[in-house]
């Protein structure tokens, strides 16, 4: 079979001056270029659009790419591509809307970064678009292509554990910098955008959760801002804003009841340094046994190689287990790219469970909504 045909929107070319690279807006480059280049038998680049032709030119050629791939500065220019056949989105959530639109009217398979929209409202017009159009899409929730996650809900489903009764999660951000943020990524501490460390850091983590352990049937919450602003520092960490307002919360507390009957609770903190390390600690509780999972100082979605899975049953030790044995992409692709790396090759063969597609997208999106409407707070 043919590899699929694929327009890059966002794979900006690095700055000379690599230190810029503290700024936002090269995700493409760090993880989508190498996801794809790992799976020449799946995918070829045909094309990249950036804001210019000439942005997308250097970048083109910055990257090795080939001379006939094309160069757009718009993404309705790219949707008229009789060649391409998916469009991949890596830009800020405030342009995935106005991006995706054309290339789903143009009947385009459709890869959008998460969050899928900057409100439910973009959300939930993306998964009628796609609806309309018959069209594959893929939101960028790739934990859950990650071996990790396909384990742990194998054991679950092999009954090791018995039934599940109870889970509950540590989150900390406290890698993520305390008091002071990048020029160009305000958008992340600031409610109304829809990027926050609410909808991105645990966004990501609970379309894994809901997509291992099943949605929720009662969701209670308490959401706080306990830092009133934040400093802004351009690329070369010069202060170019003292107190830049925050309205994200950085402190979130969830609990409730899920559809199998089992009590959840998840707790998010953001501290100026965090004592165990561990970003993520998920317990999961049956009645034969429990998982423990632990993700040190990185994003639930990154690949972290220092992840670990524990399993107990019965009167047995804790086991370490092995969740990377049958996996070909670990170390062949660096390890933030590798679950986008899985998440592509999940795309390309039609698997819709290790592949987040529009519309489950559109549940965890409504799942965070539920929580920010739970805890008081204004819909986004």
């Known amino acids: 079979m043919a590899p699929i045909r694929v327009g890059i929107i966002g794979l900006r070319a690095m700055p000379e001056d690599l230190s810029a690279v503290m700024q936002v807006g090269y995700w493409a480059a760090i993880a989508h270029l190498p996801a794809l280049k790992a799976l020449p038998e799946d995918y070829e680049i045909v094309a990249v659009c950036n804001s ?13 790419l080939s001379e006939s791939t094309k160069a757009y500065g718009n993404a309705q220019d790219l949707a008229n591509d009789p060649n391409v056949e998916l469009v991949v989105i890596s830009v800020k959530v405030g342009k995935h809307f106005e991006l995706a639109k054309p290339a789903l009217e143009k009947k385009k398979h459709v890869f959008v970064e998460w969050p899928l929209g900057a409100s439910i409202a973009e959300a939930e017009e993306l998964s009628r678009l796609a609806k309309t159009a018959g069209v594959r899409t893929s939101v960028g929730v790739q934990g859950r292509a990650d071996p990790l996650v396909v384990k742990i809900k194998s054991i679950i489903a092999s009954g090791q554990i018995g039934k599940i009764v109870n889970s509950s999660v540590l989150v900390s951000s406290g890698h993520l910098s305390y008091l002071k943020w990048m020029e160009g990524a305000e958008y992340f501490v600031e409610h109304k955008s829809g990027a926050t460390v609410f909808s991105i850091y645990l966004g990501h983590f609970l379309d894994s959760f ?17 830092i ?10 010069t202060v170019v804003n003292p107190a830049y307002p925050k309205t994200a919360a950085d402190q979130v507390v969830v609990q409730g009841i899920l559809e199998s009957d089992a009590l959840v609770s998840i707790s998010l903190r953001h501290p100026g340094a965090d004592a165990d390390g561990a970003s993520f600690r998920w317990i999961i509780s049956g009645t034969e046994g429990e998982i423990e999972v632990i993700v040190p100082q990185s994003g639930w979605q990154m690949g972290e190689p220092k992840r670990t899975l524990k399993l107990k049953t ?4 804790a086991q370490e287990v092995d969740f990377l044995a049958e996996d070909e992409l670990e170390g062949k692709v660096p390890a933030v790219s590798a679950n986008v790396a899985r998440q592509y090759r999940a795309f390309a063969k ?31």
Do not use: C
């Open 52 to 64: 210019s032709v000439e942005s997308a030119t250097k970048a083109i050629k910055q990257y090795g």
């Open 210 to 226: 809901t997509h291992v352990l099943g949605d929720f049937s009662e969701v209670q919450a308490i959401m706080k801002s306990t």
């Open 350 to 380: 039609g698997d819709t469970e290790a592949a987040a597609t529009f519309e489950s997208a559109l549940k965890n999106h409504r799942l965070l909504d539920r929580i920010v409407r739970a805890a008081g707070w204004e819909s986004v």
């Open 228 to 237: 009133p602003s934040i400093s802004v520092l351009n690329a070369k960490g």
């Open 314 to 317: 019965g009167a047995d030790e």
